[in-house]
Every structure is written in C-alpha cells, then in structure tokens.
C-alpha cells in the first residue's frame, strides 16, 4: 500500500541520523505536533523529524484530520479500524526510512491520542520497524497477546485525562510488564489530556538515559 500522507518536516542541517515520526490527535493537523518536534530538534540536533497528517478529513474544506474514523466507534470495532490505519503508515516509515538512511533501531514514533492509540497497533503488527514507540495520553485498541522484542515502549499520561482515563495505560503497563516487555510508564499528576510540556520533556529524558532492554539482555 503506497503511503499518501502530507506531512511537515523539520531536517538536520548534516545527513540525519535519527528519524522522528511524529502522529498528531483526531482533529488535529500535523501543525500541533510542532511544539514537541521542536524539543526533539533541540536534544537531537542530527534528527529528521516528520509529521504526517491523518489521511482522512473529518470536514470537507476543514484542516481537521484523523487516522481512522470516529463516528459509532465501539469497543468491538474499534482495534479493525486501527488495524486498517497501520500498513499505511507502515509503508510511509519505511519510506522515510530509505530517504533518510535510517537504521530501524534509530527511528522513534510518537503519537498523542489518537495518534498514541496506531502508534501501539503499529508496534503490535510491526515488531521492530521502529526502535522506540512514545504514546501521549493514549491506549490500546485492543491489548496486545506477545511483547515486542525489538521495540522498546513509553507510555506518558495525564492523571487527570477524563478523555482517555490514565487508568488505561496503567493497565496496559501492567499487561506489558506481564508480558515482559521494555516498556515505561510516567504518569503526570494535575494534567489532563494534553501535550503537555512536562510529557514532552519527560519523553525526551527517556529518550536520551534509557537503554533499550534487549541491549542489556544481549550483553
């Protein structure tokens, strides 16, 4: 499936070395994921990073987008509908990928919401097409059967996110940890379902001091 997605970029003076995929909210446009691009450009001055935008409209004319639909969205179909969203993006990543040069392992995906919720289908179908998977203020369409070998996961939440409850990636932490996955979880007191400065900054600490775990498994 050929990627179609529009996107924004922010690249590295010098050959990239890393590459940031950057997945906005539903409703949101591939523009409000510049504030944490921007911090991620600053800790990672050799990054590339690139927002693509949802390849569906929700308005006719409107700049809202969204990575799968939303209307009668159900427990039952919501996973078929992420499920649909993921070769796309896949294709697109690897796309990315060959441009750039990029090595699997030296790629991170981060998603914020919606955004958060295909980035995790993404890792479930795609074990290892990225080396890291940050999830804002989302959750599983469905909780995954195996741990991923070769991606490394951080779940980052709002405690007071009445959108998506920060008890579901508390959960999904647990099932994680079940499952012997590498994964994080911060969860931030007096923060809603936002992308927060704090997240942020606590992403990129996770980014820069945590040793994927199949490295010291490997050693």
């Not at 450009?41 to 390849?55: L, N, Q, S, T």
Request: charge should be negative; aromatic fraction near 6%.
């Amino acid at each position: 499936m050929s990627p179609t997605f529009d996107s924004l970029e922010l690249l590295p003076a010098t050959p990239a070395r890393q590459l940031f995929v950057l997945l906005h909210d539903v409703g949101d446009s591939a523009v409000d994921m510049m504030d944490f691009a921007g911090l991620l450009g600053d800790a990672f001055p050799e990054a590339a990073i690139v927002m693509p935008e949802g390849a569906e409209s929700i308005h006719l004319g409107k700049t809202e987008r969204q990575w799968f639909p939303t209307f009668d969205l159900t427990d039952a179909n919501h996973p078929e509908r992420v499920g649909r969203a993921v070769p796309s993006l896949a294709a697109f990543i690897r796309q990315q990928q060959e441009r750039f040069g990029i090595l699997q392992s030296d790629t991170a995906l981060a998603g914020f919401s919606q955004g958060a919720t295909l980035a995790l289908a993404l890792c479930d179908q795609h074990d290892g097409l990225v080396g890291r998977v940050l999830a804002f203020s989302g959750a599983y369409a469905a909780l995954p059967d195996k741990s991923p070998a070769l991606t490394t996961l951080h779940l980052l939440h709002g405690q007071r996110d009445t959108l998506v409850p920060a008890r579901l990636t508390q959960l999904a932490y647990e099932h994680l940890m079940e499952l012997g996955a590498d994964a994080t979880c911060d969860i931030a007191s007096n923060i809603g379902h936002e992308l927060h400065p704090a997240l942020m900054d606590q992403a990129i600490h996770r980014l820069q001091t945590c040793v994927p775990l199949r490295f010291w498994r490997s050693a």
